[in-house]
């Protein structure tokens, strides 16, 4: 999956060693960096499939261990990194990364408020039928800063994965609110289309 700065990543660890990496990791820093991985990962899972570089550093903020060595965790991501090398020497990889800035002036403009808003209620809008659209509208709501919203939303859309990672390579948040703006509005757009047409024949769908 993809992951991004300011928001909130629930995860349930099963797997033994990323048993063995959390269990680490609260022993160290708490610092998890999560990146995608590249098509083709299924012929090499259990081994080193290739990541796209750009990636994002989480820190774990609220964990649950339980008897049988599995974990919940969550972890809040911190900033956007780009992965250097990285060595397997353990069951996991450990990463060798650097900090990517980015313009954040976008959240800083006077109407940032307004459009942070407007980004929820659409994608509500857009995906109203999905149940993750009611959920993360009422979890996050003003509990994120402008940015936080901007990247949740992008990380939650119905969309292929390499879309949003696309939107993490994005260096404006600016930039970044205003593709995740043309996927709400076009998502927005063709669910009225299909609305439009399921009401022509309702009685009988084939024919729409």
Not at 29 to 37: G, K, P
Not at 113 to 135: I, K, T
Request: with cysteine; proline share 6%; net charge negative.
């Amino acid at each position: 999956m993809v992951f991004f700065p300011k928001t909130l990543l629930p995860l349930h660890i099963f797997e033994p060693r990323y048993r063995q990496m959390i269990a680490d990791a609260l022993e160290r820093d708490q610092s998890i960096c999560v990146a995608l991985l590249k098509p083709g990962w299924e012929t090499d899972y259990e081994g080193s499939p290739e990541v796209y570089p750009v990636a994002c550093l989480g820190r774990i903020v609220r964990h649950q261990a339980h008897s049988d060595g599995r974990f919940h965790v969550v972890l809040e991501g911190e900033s956007r990194v780009m992965v250097e090398a990285y060595e397997r020497l353990t069951p996991y990889r450990m990463a060798q990364l650097r900090t990517l800035e980015q313009d954040a002036a976008w959240a800083e403009g006077p109407d940032v408020a307004s459009q942070s808003l407007e980004l929820l209620r659409l994608f509500q809008d857009s995906f109203r039928n999905e149940a993750s659209a009611a959920g993360l509208t009422a979890a996050i709501g003003s509990e994120l800063s402008p940015e936080g919203i901007v990247n949740s939303v992008a990380m939650h859309l119905d969309v292929e994965p390499k879309v949003k990672q696309f939107l993490l390579e994005i260096d404006s948040v600016g930039a970044r609110y205003r593709s995740v703006l043309k996927i709400l509005r076009e998502a927005l757009s063709t669910q009225e289309r299909i609305d439009r047409m399921r009401h022509l024949k309702p009685g009988n769908p084939r024919q729409n």
